[in-house]
């Protein structure tokens, strides 16, 4: 099994979405004919990557200052 | 409208894959490998997980034929003619399944199942570097209650810097929303799935849904988001279908690795739970016909019948819980048990699966088959055409009256398609108008199946069977018959 993050990324970014779906709730409109089946989908699948990216760069940073108190110890 | 010009190919093939094309020769199952496909299905057969997958029966096992194999194979002009028309480079022979079944079939149970196949392979092949193209259940068959894959065109090798998901969409659509809308609000995979090749769209479920519930998971993500963020998109823009490459693969598996863990938590949060209710999943404990003695005695007449002739492919008709499905497998045979009730289906699955016996559940209304679908109907066979002749045992046990009843199909039909879909033996149990469970059908409309006699029963049974067998089950309002098909 990989590796499954730990919670307390998920927390904030999750959040975040959560407002961002508030402010597009408030300006929904209805969805068009053409509309590209896999569109919204991709689109939601990028923006969730790009949140999880960030939690990957301040897991790298918090990693990085254990590291660095480590040998202190 | 012009009539399409019928089909000109002797060999009817697969071609929706720009890959390759499956087809059936002389009972055999192969696959015609283009260009396009072969070094990514030489990349998998050579990756450590692709072999362990297979030897572990989670995809089929596949062998390319050799030059002689293949020579011989192209021989015959009809092969040929598909092998130069779809670019052949190499054949594929696959491992038979016994009895191919699509997903407007299944339980919700099965296809959550095959869901939990579909991610451990997308997540066993990315420490080879390879991943999945699509994320279909038509990638999928069962083997008794197990599922296999066995799309092998459907592996890549993947850019290490990748970090999207490309089947994502279409796993939802065709694994996630179905499941969801059969949890929310009870519809079957008949319903959702049947006429939708593709599954269900976001945009679909979310008319369904109720504006508190599109805030809530798992509907946020799955219907809400995508719905609203489509349908905001300019259509014209088409750079997001563009690959974009992150320069740390580390980023990006970690990426992959949480969408694919996220679809994991939102699979086990759809997962159907056992107990559900429905009308025919308490039959065998309180809404049937029979007294202890006379079940023994019903349960020892199957066996008999079953042992003595060693029936190997058996179809219950009307399983209900499985009861008869089980014994027949127990002694070995392989089974197809078909009910029209999903729920109770479910639970014949969970205990084939957990009793590791061969029992292939099937949501098939045998008054109302799963009919041809696809392109010209013939992307995925009827049930009829797939199960004619492939038994050679058919249970009908406490079901004729409800074909003659509810769906009103005279007694001389019911045995004929009987006759056509066994080769040896029909179990059958004959259900005069005068028994309760009858009468309970019939509600008031007694008259219109007066006529209905055991001695017109064993006129209409003779014209296809020889009566082996008859003993009474419960009073005389119902008989056991044993019956051999004429040769």
Redesign the interface.
Known sequence: ?????AKQFLNLPMRAV?LM??A??AT?????A????????????????GL??V???FRRITAWFKNRKGPKD | MSQPAPPTQAITASFRDPAGSLFRYQGRVLRVVNAIGVADLEAFLASPAGRKSMAAGAVVPTRALDAAECRELLADISVRELYDARGGQMILEHEQVDFPSFPYEWNAEMLHAAALLTLDLA?AL?ADGLGLKDGTPYNILFRGPEPVFIDVLSFERRDPGD???LP???F??TFLLPLLANQAYGLGLDQTLTTRR?GL???EV?RWTKPWQ??RPPF??LV??????????K?DDTS??RK?L?SDPE?AR??L??????LRRTLQRLKPVAGTHSVWSDYMTTNNNYTADHFQAKQRFVGEALAEFRSRRVLDVGCNTGHFSAIAARSGAKVVALDYDPVVLGDVWRNARQEKLEILPLAVNVTRPSPGTGWRNLECASFLDRARGKFDAVLMLAVIHHMLVTERVPLADIIDLAAELTTNLLVIEFVAPDDSMFRRLTRGREELHQDLTPELFETLAGRHFEIVRMQYVEGTTRRLYLLRKRT
């Open positions: 099994m990989p590796k499954q993050p959560f779906a508030l597009m709730f929904e409109r209805e969805a068009r053409y509309t590209d089946p896999g569109t919204g989908a991709l689109i939601w699948q990028m923006a969730v990557a999880v990216g939690g990957f760069y | 997540q990315l970090a999207t998901w994502y969409a279409q939802v659509r593709d769209e976001p945009e979310y599109r805030l946020f993500g809400a988001m995508p719905t609203w963020l489509g349908g905001k998109h259509q997001i279908y974009k992150l980023k970690y990426i690795d949480h969408l694919l863990n996220g």
